[in-house]
């Protein structure tokens, strides 16, 4: 059984799917979850820690908006975004991506990840929007705290404490790169559900355009790209926790109609809001860590 526990992701948590076909073999698995310190919160999510036996086919991924920066302990997880090849790392950091993220399991796998908010990865000194759809070296971002973030990963005696080495190291790096981020966790609660050029130039004071590029920048979506991603994370949420029609839950989320939404759907999680409902993943705890947008 995965043992979860909440998160604190910014608007809406993803969600990872059996994208090659629905998996019915038993998982052996187990996960757990643990909160960044409140003086980390407005960076940093938490950290996650996953073991699983091998097995199964791919999952597939959806975008949430959040990075990660991924230690293998054992095992490896290959991940590919349009048929090219992301990563096959075993220290990575995972930029924010805009589809549907196909995951290979490679045996027995034992992972631990740190899980940013959005703007979390500017904060530290890097460029959200030079990285989209990128899987970089950590150093990139992380300069020389990047091997003391990754010794933390790797060694601790248990989650928690590699979660607290590593934000001793992450705090260092804030400081130095003294950025100050523009779309908070509550920022992108309120775009999440307020849409139209005059809100985002309320909610940031700046100009619409100067806002759309700063976002960009930071976070390596649009507001366009963010609105679009929570609408799908509404509809989700509903079509895999209700037994709502799938007609009504496209009204009450905003699409179209039903085709509008299963287009959506199977665009960012690799399944047919049908297939959705009936799925399981090993992966599915890493980015079902929130209650999501509301």
């Avoid at 076909?21 to 052996?28: C, D, N, Q, V």
């Avoid at 950590?138 to 601790?156: C, S």
Wanted: net charge positive.
């Amino acid at each position: 059984m995965f043992e979860r526990k909440t998160l604190i992701p910014p608007d809406f948590a993803g969600i990872v799917s059996g994208g090659h076909g629905l998996w019915e073999a038993p998982i052996t698995a187990s996960f757990q979850a643990v909160n960044a310190s409140p003086a980390l919160a407005p960076v940093l999510c938490g950290a996650w820690e996953l073991t699983a036996d091998g097995g199964g086919p791919p999952d597939m991924a959806a975008p949430d908006g959040c990075p990660e920066l991924v230690v293998h302990l054992s095992g490896g997880v290959r991940r590919s975004l349009n048929g090219a090849s992301l990563d096959d790392a075993g220290y990575a950091l995972v930029q924010p991506v805009t589809g549907g993220l196909l995951l290979e399991q490679c045996g027995r796998i034992h992972i631990r990840a740190l899980r940013f908010q959005p703007s979390g990865i500017f904060a530290l000194g890097g460029q959200a929007s030079a990285m989209r759809n990128l899987a970089v070296n950590p150093a990139e971002i992380l300069g020389d705290a990047a091997q003391a973030v990754e010794a933390a990963l790797m060694t601790a005696h248990s989650l928690a404490a590699a979660l607290r080495q590593a934000e001793h190291h992450l705090a260092r790096r804030l400081r130095e790169s003294g950025r100050q981020t523009v779309f908070t966790a509550a920022i992108l609660s309120r775009l999440a559900a307020e849409r139209g050029d005059a809100a985002l130039e309320r909610m940031t004071g700046w100009t619409a355009r100067h806002a759309r590029r700063l976002m960009l920048n930071e976070t390596g979506h649009t507001p366009g790209e963010y609105q679009r991603l929570s609408q799908f994370h509404r509809a989700r949420r509903l079509i895999t926790e209700t037994g709502l029609s799938l007609s009504e839950i496209a009204a009450r989320t905003g699409y179209v109609d039903q085709a509008h939404m299963t287009r959506r759907v199977k665009a960012y999680a690799g399944l047919t809001p049908r297939q959705l409902r009936r799925s399981i993943s090993v992966f599915g705890p890493l980015h079902a860590l929130g209650e999501g947008a509301a």
